[in-house]
């Protein structure tokens, strides 16, 4: 365990995939403010919104304006989810870094989620990954369902490298591996990265965990030990709520970082500013969020 | 990661750890049918109540009762806290069929909690393991503040090293080495274990987790990898709550038991019924439990 890596990269996906999962809409002027705030923790990636069409996600509806109106960090990525061509044509109107697209690694997560097969999905993420190299953007996959499917229950790792692969070969630059409904256990982990490791290169490989189960730091400890350098994780754990099927319970940031510093790994993150943006978004939700710093943090404040 | 242990035995300590540490007090009838239920889960070691002075823990003021009313099932053995002589005594006039004694790592939290410096109290449980074992009774010890003390901070592995040679030499059975606040890390863990492993046998040790950060799961993992093979833990998280500095946040069982299970790792112990008695004790604590486990399940069952 000495031989663990000295830094970590940590993905913020709290404004895109913490916000998608909170029934409250947060008014864009506080979400600006909060990804400001977001802004000065030391974070060098910032998925900030999700240009999908507001019938599916109001929560997200103003992508276009959180993106006009935050403050630019020189260092930062700032990222934004697109699920087609559409959602592209709309990040591209912005000045956005970086787009993330996404699929499943299951069949039937994919069609439920995507309304097409995993081979019709393809084509169009091919064209969405082309035209947004065309123009000069870095482009991000998320593969969800890595470790198991709501509906199909166990995917065999060997599915999940063929769509990687494929994924890759389309020009993702990185690609990050989803435990999407939180069920990944430690051995798991350990199976499905030593079975990763022998067909891919892990400096493309991000890890994404949900703490449905309790089990998400310790996966993290598990990636860290196949050297995974990459993880995605959600301000204050929110969008954390094990309600919806399919996407629960996000791993927390200031969790991670505080275990990550605890370890001597470094993120560059300021725990202490981190936390004041956990607070502040938490009182524009109105309800507690469920990361362990949180209860910590509220405690000592009490 | 392939060469972890087969079988992992856990001590259930809700009814001793759980309830000292929540404020509402159970009926003594709910407590018995409460105890009665968790023998029925497969469990091999349930510690039942502690003899301490009500005027300290009234939520445990009943343990004689709880001890003559509870059914007793072969193969489990039923433990109870025992703070002195006095302690002892009354458990003695119980069938307890093993008894606790606990002391800290740390001199502060030693002080506070026993009112004796760590010198001063080890005449005292001598004198409890002594007499103890002229009736024929087990003896368990746990040592407080392993991994970090709320009045000291970190405390050097050689003390904790120290102290738990003197407990064993008094002829302690078993110790159970606690993070009671929380605050450990798994490289911390590793760290600790390799050094206690050059000076003691870890076939008298075991590991009380509290899940205060999120790390107990990564904590039990680490200690799996250093062959640890006896795990504290609380049904439901029970004593759970952050609140009171030096005792908070109790490891699930529930949770602890699912990891186990899902990498393969026997426990004895049938994980529904294990909720079942989760489900029960909650009702009678009229609130929510935090194990995660038990948030799945009150999803699935809405």
Chains 1, 2 share one sequence.
């Not at 790792?157 to 020009?171: A, F």
């Not at 189960?213 to 204050?236: C, K, Q």
Request: proline residues 4%; negative net charge; charged residues 20%.
């Amino acid at each position: 365990m000495e031989a663990l890596p000295k830094h970590v990269t940590i993905k913020e996906v709290g404004p895109r995939d913490g916000l998608q999962n909170e029934k409250v809409e947060i008014d864009t002027a506080d979400k600006v403010a909060w990804i400001n705030q977001l802004s000065e923790t030391g974070l060098s990636y910032i998925e900030f919104s999700s240009f999908v069409h507001p019938k599916w996600i109001p929560q997200l509806k103003d992508a276009k304006q959180v993106a006009s109106s935050i403050k630019r960090h020189p260092g930062i990525t700032y990222a934004a989810l697109v699920p087609n061509q559409k959602g592209l044509e709309a990040a591209l109107e912005t000045d956005v870094d970086e787009v993330s697209i996404f699929m499943s690694a299951s069949e039937t997560h994919n069609k439920k989620n995507i309304n097409k097969s995993i081979e019709e999905t393809y084509p169009i993420l091919t064209q969405v990954v082309e035209e947004a190299k065309q123009e000069g953007k870095t482009v991000r996959g998320y593969l969800s369902t890595v470790f198991g499917c709501p509906y199909e229950g166990a995917v065999p790792i060997q599915q999940v490298i063929e769509v990687s692969i494929r994924l890759l070969d389309m020009g993702v630059d990185e690609l990050s591996l989803g435990d999407t409904i939180g069920v990944a256990n430690p051995l798991q982990v350990d199976r499905t990265l030593t079975e990763i490791r022998k067909q891919l290169s892990f400096d493309q490989i991000a890890m994404h965990f949900h703490n449905t189960r309790g089990m998400a730091l310790a996966n993290v400890l598990v990636s860290l030990e196949h050297g995974i350098t990459t993880f995605d994780a959600s301000v204050g754990g929110l969008g954390g709520c094990p309600y919806a099927k399919g996407a629960s319970g996000n791993l927390a940031t200031d969790d991670l970082v505080h275990m990550l510093h605890e370890m001597g790994i470094e993120t560059g993150i300021n725990a202490e500013q981190l936390t004041q943006s956990a607070l502040y978004i938490q009182s524009k939700l109105g309800k507690s969020l469920p990361s362990h710093q949180m209860q910590v943090c509220n405690k000592e404040r009490v």
